[in-house]
C-alpha cells in the first residue's frame, strides 16, 4: 500500500523532508501566488552531492526542465525529475535564495530569509554545509527579458497550483516559503507552502 506524509512549510520559514527513491513530491501554493525555494542533497552514505541548477541548466539546455526532465547534481546525477506541473509558471533557475544581505541592503536587518531558514532546516537534521546552493525557485515570475533584465514580477500561481517530482536518489530535500514581502514576489503577502511526499512502498 502506497502510504503519504503531508507537511505544511509556515509563511517566511522552511522545512526539511527526507524521502526515498522512487517517492512522489507534489510542493503545493494553496492560496497562490506564492514562490518556493527547492533544494536537494543525497543521502546516500559517503555522498556529497547536491541539485545544481546551473548543472541542470548545462545539461538540459533549458532554463527549466520540462515534463520528464530531470534536475541534476552538482555530479551531473539526476536527482529529481519533473512528472507534472500544475502550474502556470513560470518557475526560476537564475535567482539565488533570499539572505540576510539582501535585505541589509533594503533597509531590512534581522528580517527572515531563505538561507537562513535553509541552514536552520538542515541543522535540525544534523548537516552542516560551508556554502549555499542556489535553489530552484518554484513559481517565481522572472523570465528574462529581451532586454537582458530579469525583473522579479508578482508570481502568477493560482490558489492550488503545484507541481509533482519524483526522487531519482535518496534525498534531504528543504523548501523554504520564500520570505520576500518589500517587493511584490509572492503577491499582496507571503503564505504558507504544502508538501505531500506519496511513498510507492
Known sequence: ???????TIAPQSGEAVAVKRGDLVRI?????????????FATEEGALDWLSTS??????????????????????????????DASPGPHDMLYPACDRALYDHAGLPDHPNCQDNLL?????????????????DLFQNSPPQPNGRID?????????????????????????????????????ACTEIEVEVTSPR
Open 28 to 40: 503545493i501554493d494553496p492560496k497562490g501566488q506564492q514562490v518556493a525555494d527547492l533544494w536537494a
Open 55 to 84: 548543472q541542470t541548466r548545462n545539461i538540459t539546455e533549458r532554463l527549466f526542465p520540462r515534463i520528464g526532465e530531470s534536475f541534476y547534481s552538482a555530479k551531473a546525477e539526476p536527482m529529481l525529475t519533473l512528472i507534472e
Open 1 to 7: 500500500m502506497p502510504s503519504s506524509r503531508h507537511i
Open 152 to 188: 522579479v514580477l508578482a508570481s502568477i500561481n493560482p490558489p492550488g497550483g503545484y507541481v509533482t517530482l519524483r526522487a531519482e536518489r535518496d534525498l534531504l530535500l528543504v523548501v523554504t516559503a520564500c520570505s520576500v514581502d518589500f517587493h511584490p514576489t509572492n503577491g499582496d
Open 120 to 136: 536552520a532546516a538542515l541543522k535540525r537534521s544534523g548537516i552542516a554545509i560551508s556554502f549555499v546552493p542556489d535553489p530552484v
